[in-house]
């Protein structure tokens, strides 16, 4: 069976640093894409960061370059999203998403919660 399951959510401090964590299991995780998405309440879900299968390229949206950094331990069947200086607007559920190939439906991981607050 194909699981994503994410980890290392919580509750932080704006400027706190947060790393999220998305074991993979049931595919061949070495062949995928991987991405971090979020969703905050009453948004739509927005692509955060992505990585190539073998770790060698990387995009992320314009509102976290500098602060976010993906990557991936493909011996680990794990994908890592290192989150440094949090902002409020962070806060959001955060999805974990492996992709190979347009033909076929994404896999998704069940989410993470992320909240930004003092």
């Known amino acids: 069976q194909v699981q994503l399951v994410e980890s290392g959510g919580g509750l932080v401090q704006p400027g706190g640093s947060l790393r999220l964590s998305c074991a993979a299991s049931g595919f061949a995780f070495s062949m995928y894409t991987m991405s971090w998405y979020r969703q905050a309440p009453g948004k739509e879900r927005e ?3 992505r990585v190539t299968t073998a770790g060698d390229s990387t995009n992320y949206v314009d509102s976290v370059k500098g602060r976010f950094t993906i990557s991936r331990d493909n011996s680990k069947n794990t994908v890592y999203l290192q989150m440094n200086s949090l902002k409020p607007e962070d806060t ?4 974990c998403n492996a992709q190979r190939s347009m033909i076929f439906s994404p896999f ?9 607050s003092s």
Request: hydrophobic content about 50%; aromatic content about 18%; glycine content about 12%.
């Open 108 to 116: 998704w991981g069940q989410g993470t919660q992320v909240t930004v």
């Open 47 to 49: 692509l955060v960061a």
């Open 92 to 95: 959001a559920v955060y999805y």
